[in-house]
């Protein structure tokens, strides 16, 4: 058994509301152990929205909607369900002694146009709304296709309507709740088209199944398991996560919702280090997230010159001219020393050049040892500041562990 959803409203499609339903009816689902196959955006025209269901009942067993059961002209979304399951619309006096109730308990009368949501189509099962003023309603379609679960665009009322009737009545339907386990695990710096040749294989597999979500300088390995019971989802989970680690070895940074600055902040605590930033690129970025993730105190320089001129100055470097690409290496080095606390670690970023390369070196801990990367695309954008500083911390965590070679080239 699986199901769909279809999210009704032309004010989706334009963009005018960000369509936060959707996100609360997968969630639902998932923790029921209901398989979510599609999800549809269509506006409230009648022919279109009846095209959406009649395709989802071709090829799903459940359809929920959200959405169109209002009493306005637009709420079309109750003639399309009828239309799509092969039954008229029927006009039902209870339902509309219902709406007149609510009303009356609102302390207001109810509007002729209100009569509209009295209309559901036949041999459909009523869903009481005790929060609204839109019937809801399970209709099956006459072929046996499936059925379809309409319920309002009104986040409230949704809720209400998923927690105390759709998921009791969804859970009866598929026999008995399924636990649903996901775990997530962070990596950085590799990319996204290397970690799918390092675990290609495992992706392919069907419970636990395994997937990627690309970030900036970041890929997600995320892993889903499906159980009678969280013993076994867990035991699931646990066996396919070993099983990735063991392939992506030190690229996997953490888990869950944890940055890389918040693991690298650990890390240095954990060593009671000290940090020295010269910044040239992302104009003190990777400090600013240090301090943003409560590790202030690490900081112990933090340099975001505007030009390499200005870095240059009291750096120590016997540089005669700054913009030279080849002596790029002797000022990044000459400035992560220069920043380098007692005992600690100094970190320097410069560039970009006229062919657009970026240069880091890392300074320590220890006996001095120095990282060095010559990167090439620079573009004065979010997106690569965002990544330079992801390739930073990486260099940091993975020095701090001990799984640091050098030189190293990561693109």
Aim: aromatic share 4%.
């Amino acid at each position: 058994m699986h199901a769909e959803i279809v999210m009704i409203g032309t004010e989706l499609l334009l963009g005018e509301i960000v369509d936060t339903n959707a996100n609360r009816l997968a969630l639902a689902l998932r923790d029921i152990g209901l398989d979510l196959y599609y999800k549809t955006t269509v506006g409230d025209n009648l022919d279109r929205i009846t095209e959406v269901l009649d395709r989802a009942l071709d090829r799903s067993d459940v359809i929920i909607t959200s959405g169109g059961i209002g009493p306005t002209v637009d709420d079309v979304t109750r003639q399309a369900v009828g239309d799509a399951t092969g039954r008229k619309l029927v006009y039902s006096t209870e339902l509309e002694a219902e709406i007149a109730a609510r009303f009356s308990r609102f302390g207001r009368p109810m509007a002729d146009n209100n009569k509209r949501q009295a209309y559901i189509p036949e041999g459909a099962t009523p869903l009481t709304n005790p929060v609204g003023t839109a019937p809801c309603y399970l209709s099956e379609d006459v072929n046996g296709r499936g059925c379809i679960i309409s319920l309002p665009g009104v986040p409230r009322e949704l809720d209400h309507m998923m927690e105390n009737t759709v998921i009791p009545l969804l859970i009866e339907r598929m026999g008995g709740i399924k636990i649903t386990r996901v775990r997530v695990l962070r990596t950085c710096a590799v990319g996204e088209s290397n970690i799918d040749r390092g675990i290609g294989d495992l992706m392919t597999e069907g419970n636990p199944t395994v997937g990627l979500a690309a970030h900036i300088g970041q890929t997600d390995v995320r892993i889903t398991a499906k159980a009678d019971t969280e013993e076994e989802a867990d035991t699931l989970v646990a066996g396919m996560e070993e099983k990735l680690r063991e392939r992506l070895g030190v690229a996997v940074y953490g888990v869950g919702k944890v940055t890389v600055a918040e693991v690298v902040g650990d890390l240095m605590q954990e060593k009671s280090l000290k940090l020295g930033v010269v910044d040239t690129l992302t104009g003190g970025q990777l400090a600013r997230d240090l301090v943003e993730s409560g590790y202030s105190d690490l900081v112990a320089t933090d340099l975001a010159p505007a030009n390499l001129t200005e870095a240059l100055k009291d750096s120590g470097a016997d540089i005669s001219d700054p913009t030279d690409v080849e002596e790029a290496r002797s000022l990044a080095i000459a400035l992560a020393e220069r920043v380098t606390p007692p005992g600690g670690m100094g970190l320097a970023t410069i560039g970009p050049y006229e062919d657009s390369s970026t240069f880091i070196a890392l300074n320590g801990p220890g006996e001095g040892t120095i990282l060095f990367e010559r990167s090439r695309n620079y573009q004065d954008s979010d997106h690569i500041r965002r990544w330079l500083v992801v390739q930073a911390f990486d260099w940091i965590r993975r020095t701090l562990l001990g799984q640091m070679k050098s030189p190293v080239d990561w693109n």
